[in-house]
């Protein structure tokens, strides 16, 4: 396997690059696995997704789009309080776990539990032969290759491509889900370009003293706030917070002072009208709002613009924060591979 930077100066910038080849490789590859998990799905009763940091995201983001595409209620659990939840299940339950070292601790305590009950697992993980990738009933590797870096990025978007295609076989529109994955693919190639990375250049030079940066976003774009922000707070140790849009007035609003960045997520889709009205609320109290967005908006003082890709968005909506989080950490003097206090993957309680 190539583990070698092959001319990036680091590996997050490298695996940010990497993640439309990722994507194509399970558009082209994984459909088998995507219509047998569609089919665990269909005859379990509760499905669970469980998941820990990022992978918990993905899991997150997981439950609306099974809700959306398929009209399907599943269950999206961190690893870590999973076992709090484990009354509710019974040999009839499918669990599961997105990892990508398939050694986070938390999550194989959560597969022991499941089995314990006789549950069925599933596992989408990256290192074939991991713990998990033994444990589990029914593995779809995630082939995104090695992910060396700590902040996890293609493993990300590769978890949400295979619960986006499964969540389509799922609503019997597999072309529809297919067709869609590789837009999102056309999408994250324009997020990558130079045109993008100059604006999220001028963002990062702007933020690069931020004490704290705050990301709104509903629907499909809550997680993907949540994410933004993880990968914010874990490269910049800039205090980053996500919030679901409807939040802000329930709190988050009080924060805003003169200058406060905002980073808001408004794909074209039923969110748009209460995200922008958010949007411009947080401008009008002074926050500095940074639109990610296929559209430009009065309440955007910058807008990135990313591509319209339906229910694929937040596969798309993610790079621009995943490189805002790299520039911001090289503009800081960080190093983007190993953030402090943090493990690539926690393996002890
Ligand atoms: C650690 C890493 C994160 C990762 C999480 C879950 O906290 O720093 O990047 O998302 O573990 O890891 P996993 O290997 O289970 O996906």
């Not at 595409?69 to 269950?75: E, G």
């Not at 029914?138 to 986006?164: C, D, M, N, W």
């Not at 994410?227 to 924060?255: C, N, P, R």
């Amino acid at each position: 396997a190539d583990t070698s930077l092959g001319g990036y100066p680091h590996y997050l910038i490298k695996e940010i690059h990497e993640q439309p080849r990722v994507l194509a490789r399970i558009a082209r590859e994984r459909l088998d696995g995507a219509r047998q998990l569609a089919d665990l799905i269909r005859h379990s009763y509760g499905t669970f997704l469980v998941g820990c940091g990022t992978a918990g995201y993905a899991a997150l983001c997981g439950s609306y789009l099974f809700s959306r595409i398929a009209r399907r209620h599943v269950n999206a659990v961190i690893a870590s309080e999973f076992k709090y939840q484990e009354h509710f299940l019974t040999d009839r339950s499918l669990v599961i776990a997105l990892t990508q070292s398939g050694e986070t601790i938390d999550v194989i305590e959560a597969v022991h539990a499941a089995k314990r009950r006789g549950a069925t697992v599933a596992a989408l993980v990256n290192v074939t032969g991991s713990t998990v990738a033994r444990l589990a009933d029914f593995t779809i590797p995630l082939s995104a290759g090695p992910e060396q870096s700590v902040l996890s990025t293609k493993a990300y978007t590769a978890k949400l491509a295979i619960l986006l295609l499964t969540a389509h076989i799922l609503n019997g529109s597999e072309h529809v889900g297919l067709d869609t994955l590789w837009r999102a693919i056309e999408g994250m190639e324009m997020a990558l370009a130079p045109a993008t990375l100059d604006r999220i250049r001028a963002v990062a030079d702007r933020l690069v003293d931020a004490q704290h940066c705050y990301v709104i976003g509903r629907g499909l774009s809550y997680p993907t706030a949540l994410e933004a922000a993880l990968k914010i707070k874990e490269v910049t140790y800039i205090h980053a917070e996500g919030f679901a849009g409807g939040e802000l007035k329930h709190g988050v609003i009080a924060l805003i002072e003169d200058g406060s960045p905002c980073l808001v997520f408004s794909p074209l889709d039923e969110t748009r009208a209460d995200i922008l009205s958010g949007a411009m609320e947080v401008r009008s109290r002074g926050g500095w709002v940074i639109g990610i967005s296929p559209e430009p908006d009065e309440a955007f003082h910058v807008h990135i613009p990313v591509a319209d890709v339906g229910d694929a968005s937040p596969l798309v909506s993610i790079v621009p924060a995943q490189l805002l989080a790299y520039e911001l950490a090289v503009r800081r003097g960080l190093d983007p591979d190993k953030p402090r206090n943090l493990a690539k993957s926690v393996t002890v309680k």
